[in-house]
């Protein structure tokens, strides 16, 4: 047996330990549970059946995940809910597929899109899946081992507006999670608490993934609100690990709470943490804080503890190649066999195990752990009918989209008219109106003078 | 709109940074999230944030139904004016 298969084989193994897993409100369920539980409502679905899964409570989320893969199906998790983005993604899939195709979503979830004529809904009552008798260990683990073919759809913004599916197989979900599980040490038994979505590549491997295959216990609920954050925090029953980002860490510690917790780590993605908020962070809550790198199509690669180091850890056995000359970057994955470009402008350290990152390649960006581009949002902004001319503008915090814009419609109809397009963290505040956008002669805006101008207005 | 409203209306314009709208146009029983105002969770917090410094609310998820108090300016403004610290 090859050590890939013997490591697939110890994991799957593990899966029937009835350590807690999935923390709930009032009880907690181990990982046979939810097997269980996706293995049942496995049987109640469709052949091949193809599931906008957008579950915000995380048991739900991987039991439908789950039983999806179970019957041989095809998870997507949508870039964002905007109406037109789940009714374009949702036309394609209907075109692509014999097999049914639905949106599965907490009761009372999406009501303004509920009855709406192209997508169809499905909500599941779990309470009954979870009241089953455990299925027996022989069939869960061989239900396991059919269901890590099944691909699992995720997307990141491609720069001409249309979203870029990324595809990624379970068993490739579960090999990158074996490697994050090593660098920080998750077959010790920690408590997960995260304030991010299972539906972005982030997200779903922290929440999803390395609990699922490691010692952690993952809160299923997803916390926004600082007391409700202290409060999970304060049940963890082991060390306490919050997963956030750099603005959600940001807001919290305005609130100057006595956190009260013990030996919490923070883990930060999706912009880089400054020194300032990590010392901030460190000394309210007490925590070590640790930042980890990636994207989409690599899941996270390498990880820093921010207030130790600038430069940043490969995860055991990832490679970066880079052309010295263009300064072109792949990263190989051993676990998975294969490189993928980063979007990123890097500089390997000579212990070839660490590298600095020295910006970005293009001018894709990212909000409150969402990820567009400016091409793609000036896109959607020049398409709103009545709009002549305009631009997003990130301020230099990167924290807000601003938009200046040339037109005759308020800025309620504007965001209006974007919002059926657009996720609601990429609508610009303030909208500024101008009679011309700056631009140079090749059409290219200035983005010095728009600069100028957003400061005059504010 | 009452003064409660009024004055529920200008925190969120200033929490949330919509300084290109004015109270005036905001309708107290439009929704606050999504179709309304097109606020996310991060502004939920923000708003949180503010309740929390200026009437030293806290508030909690399992508060009533949160939906139903970030609903509409009219509905936070209820809330508030039961919930604050004297």
């Known amino acids: 047996m090859s050590s890939s298969a013997q490591s697939i084989d110890s994991t799957i193994k593990g899966l029937l330990s009835s350590d807690p897993f999935m923390v709930l409100e009032h009880h907690t369920l181990t990982r046979p549970q939810i097997l269980s539980a996706a293995y049942y409502l496995s049987l109640a679905l469709p052949s091949k059946p193809i599931v906008f899964n957008l579950y915000t409570q995380r048991d739900s989320f991987l039991v439908m995940l789950l039983a999806v893969a179970m019957k041989d199906g095809v998870s997507i998790l949508p870039p964002d809910t905007a109406e037109n983005t789940l009714t374009q993604l949702f036309h394609s899939a209907v075109s692509e597929t014999a097999g049914s195709v639905f949106l599965a979503v907490e009761q009372g979830q999406y009501a303004s899109l509920e009855g709406h ?6 909500s599941i009552d779990f309470t009954p899946l979870y009241a089953k008798p455990l299925v027996e260990e022989a069939l869960l683990c061989s239900a396991f081992e059919k269901a890590l073919v099944a691909p699992i759809w995720l997307f990141t913004s491609g720069s001409t507006g249309k979203p870029k599916r990324v595809v990624k197989t379970w068993q490739e979900m579960m090999l990158l999670a074996l490697q994050a599980i090593k660098r920080f040490e998750l077959m010790q038994p920690k408590c997960f608490v995260a304030t991010v979505p299972s539906q972005h590549m982030f997200g779903l491997e922290t929440t999803i993934f ?14 926004i609100f600082a007391e409700d954050i202290k409060s999970v925090l304060a049940q963890s029953i082991h060390c306490p690990v919050l997963i956030s980002t750099p603005l959600h860490l940001k807001k919290l510690t305005q609130f100057e709470l006595d956190w009260k917790v013990s030996d919490l780590m923070v883990i930060s993605a999706t912009a880089p943490l400054n020194h300032e908020l990590a010392e901030t962070i460190q000394s309210q809550m007490q925590a070590k804080i640790f930042e980890v790198y990636g994207c989409t199509e690599t899941a996270s690669i390498a990880s820093r503890e921010t207030l130790q180091s600038d430069d940043w850890s490969l995860y055991d056995g990832n490679q970066l190649l880079i052309e010295e000359e263009s300064h072109f970057c792949e990263v190989h994955l051993p676990s998975l066999s294969k490189s993928y470009p980063l979007q990123d402008e890097v500089e390997s350290l000579s212990d070839k195990s660490s590298f600095k990152l020295l910006g970005r390649r293009s001018d894709l960006i990212k909000v409150a752990g969402k990820r567009s581009s400016l091409m793609n949002l000036n896109h959607h902004l020049l398409g709103v009918d009545g709009v002549k001319d305009g631009v997003f503008w990130v301020d230099d915090d990167g924290e807000r989209l601003q938009a200046l ?17 657009l996720d609601p963290v990429f609508l610009p505040r303030p909208i500024r109106f101008v009679t011309k956008i700056p631009r140079n002669a090749l059409g290219k805006v200035q983005y010095q003078a728009v600069k100028k101008l957003m400061s005059k207005g504010s | 709109m009452t003064p409660e409203q009024k004055e529920i209306a200008e925190m969120i314009i200033e929490a949330v940074n919509l300084e290109d709208i004015s109270v005036d146009e905001i309708d107290v029983n439009e929704p606050i999230f999504n179709d309304g105002l097109g606020l996310d969770s991060i502004d939920a917090l923000e708003i949180s944030l503010e309740l929390n410094k200026r009437y030293g609310i806290k508030i909690k998820s399992g508060d009533q139904n949160i939906g139903n108090i970030f609903a509409s300016v009219a509905s936070l403004s209820d809330f508030v004016q039961t919930n604050k610290q004297a």
Request: proline share 5%.
């Open chain 1, 405 to 421: 814009v040339v037109s005759d419609l308020t800025t309620q109809q504007i965001k209006q008219a974007l919002s059926k397009s």
């Open chain 1, 117 to 122: 004529e192209a997508l169809r809904f499905k």
């Open chain 1, 210 to 223: 390395w609990p699922l295959f490691s010692k952690a216990s993952i809160w299923a609920g997803r916390p």
